[in-house]
């Protein structure tokens, strides 16, 4: 029996309440996406998993490939960190879509168009979960780090202040229906504990 305010201890009923607001904020995310990129672009039925912050690396890259992250600090009434992570060969295809040329190496413009993408896409689905909680999110400028996923997860747990043993992960496939491409991205939300427990609350009465 895990502790009231622990993620794990969701049920079917909430955790389809949190499908359900991660699903209306990929929608967004795919029509910001493009708008962006003057293509259309679908998305799936996103996946949503409850997940130990050190299991999470192994779900997006091997341990040897790099990734990249967009990384930024919610505040308002809710606060916390979040990351959207993609792959690097996807990230590459990401700011190619951005830049509407071909990318074949990151440099400070391209990392610069993947921070845009990121600030965005999470953006969206941060005003899902403001909508759903009928809160004020802020969502920091973004940052952005490129490196080892098992690196990533390290430096983020240590940035973030009160640590965080489980996150909500939302694995989302976006659909380039010109290209017939499949992107995909992960968005992970990591509430600081004040925010866990009004998340908790709220999706225990939805």
Known sequence: MYPPDDLRSLNAAQLDALREVANIGA?????ALSQM???QIMISVPELTIAALD????????PEEPVAAVLMRMEGDLTGLTLLVFPQPIAMRVASLMMRRPVTAMGAIE???IKEAGNILSAAYLNALADFMQMTLLPSPPSLAIDMS????TSTYVASSQGAAYVVCVESEFHLQEASERLRGFFLLLPDPPSLRAILKA???A
Not at 27 to 31: F, K, L
Not at 55 to 62: H, T, Y
Not at 150 to 153: G, K, P, Q, R, V
Request: net charge negative.
């Open 55 to 62: 299991a999470v690396p192994n779900q997006i890259s091997a």
């Open 203 to 205: 999706v225990n009465v």
């Open 37 to 39: 990129t003057e293509q």
């Open 111 to 113: 990392e610069s168009a």
């Open 27 to 31: 929608g967004h995310a795919a029509t």
């Open 150 to 153: 098992d690196a990533i997860f």
